[in-house]
């Protein structure tokens, strides 16, 4: 079924009505399309994965570099636009199984060659309190665990539509977003058409010790899908987070979260299962430790919550094993240390995983990153996943080098 979508018809009548009263003449236009400022990201990644198995019996090595150039201009009438590129290119790609590529027979690295453009986007400023934002764009909320950018591969995952953002000014501590997309623009460079799509977040900062968010996201994938976690649903939950200031230069912080998810457009009745997270978080100095729960419950094993929106590399593990929840769910305990120290950040992640129906080890995994920039602009990165599947898959470790160059 073909859909009509409205936003280029209300950019349309926002131009016209702009024009209509505009308080820049047409003369200042230019100044304001010259008047912009570039932005520039460049981004080189050596990964490599050792995952060796009888379908894939040799290891995988990527060397990959990110380009991301864009431009935005000044405001005209509370207008302004950005047009931005993104290209990934490879240094001999066929050591990798980019999904893209013709390389089979190697563990997956999903940072395809390719080029597109990443974000262009027209934004308004002129109604009270509000920004509207129409095109392809980044889009985030809250911690990205149901609505990310992937920011972690080389090609992010922007959204086609609108969105809207109220901050009013008499209520400083509400923020309301909504967005409606048609499209998602993925890490391996596919479009993900959607339809009757909508993503509602309310938050409220009552201050340091409690900040709540209602969210309610409602997913309708308009093609079948060849991700397994691509299913039509809809997802409503609370979040709250917050932190206090304790003796001894002591900060506790936690973060707590409910969501269910149940059926919508085209799912069936098996799409119906929980989700919970509780967090606790202990700082002194340069050190912050914590602990963690999170459950993606199950509907009798013959589904699993899912986040397919999600920036999934920053949950579960970095070895990114559990992209898709299986159908039996999945139970995640974690623990962290992270040690800051002349300008260097050290951290350290424990993970184990088990079936939320039956019960059944899923493995544990260790992570270990260090970071550091070196100027305002250049940082560097290594980090290592280390993952033991105890009988539930294969055995996986990773490691990454990374620098990145960004103004």
């Known amino acids: ?52 198995t009888s379908s894939n019996p040799r290891d995988s090595s990527a060397l990959t570099a990110r380009t991301r150039l864009g431009y935005t201009t000044g405001k005209w009438n509370n207008l302004d636009a950005q047009l931005e590129y993104e290209g990934t290119a490879a240094y001999q790609e066929k050591s990798y199984n980019s999904g893209l590529n ?5 563990p997956a690295i999903a940072d395809p060659v390719g080029n597109e453009l990443n974000q262009y986007w027209l934004r308004y400023t002129g109604l009270p309190w509000t920004t509207l934002k129409l095109g392809r764009q980044r889009y985030t909320l809250d911690n990205q665990r149901f609505v990310g950018n992937v920011g ?30 048609h499209n998602i623009n993925t890490p391996a460079y596919a479009n993900v058409p959607m339809s009757a799509t909508h993503l509602a ?9 409690l900040k709540l968010v209602g969210y309610s996201y409602w997913l309708d994938f308009e093609m079948p899908s060849t991700a397994a976690n691509r299913q039509d649903s809809r997802s409503t939950g609370l979040r709250a987070t917050g932190s206090y200031a304790l003796p001894a230069q002591l900060k506790l912080s936690y973060a707590a979260e409910y969501a269910q998810q149940r059926r919508y457009a085209d799912a069936t009745s098996k799409v119906d299962a929980d989700y919970w997270n509780a967090e606790a978080g202990l700082s002194y100095a340069y050190a912050t430790l914590k ?25 579960d593990g970095w070895a990114d094993q559990f992209l898709t929840t299986p159908n039996n769910g999945l139970q995640h305990k ?32 260790f992570d270990a ?11 560097v990165l290594a980090k290592y996943a280390s993952y033991d599947a105890r009988g539930f898959s294969s055995d996986t470790g990773k490691f990454w080098l990374q620098a990145e160059f960004k103004f």
């Open 334 to 365: 974690y623990a962290s240390l992270a040690l800051t120290q002349w300008k260097t950040t050290a951290t350290l992640v424990w993970h184990g995983f088990k079936a939320d129906e039956t019960g059944a080890a899923y493995g544990e995994e």
């Open 152 to 181: 972690w591969r080389q090609n992010e995952q922007t959204y086609d539509g609108g969105s809207v953002l109220i901050k009013p000014a008499p209520l400083p501590a509400l923020e309301i977003n909504y967005a409606y997309f």
């Open 369 to 379: 990153s260090l970071s550091r920039p070196i100027t305002k602009q250049l940082s």
């Open 291 to 315: 602990l963690g729960y999170e459950l993606l419950g199950s509907h009798d094993g013959l589904y699993g919550f899912q986040t397919p929106l999600a920036t999934l590399h920053a949950f």
């Open 1 to 52: 079924m073909k859909h009509i979508h409205c936003w280029p018809l209300a950019g349309a009548a926002l131009l016209v009505s702009q024009f209509a009263g505009a308080a820049d003449s047409l003369e200042n236009l230019s100044f304001a399309v010259l008047g912009g400022a570039p932005n520039l990201d460049l981004r080189t990644r050596y990964e490599h994965v050792d995952n060796e």
């Open 102 to 106: 013709t390389v089979k027979n190697r």
């Open 201 to 209: 977040n309310i938050a409220y900062t009552f201050g340091d010790a």
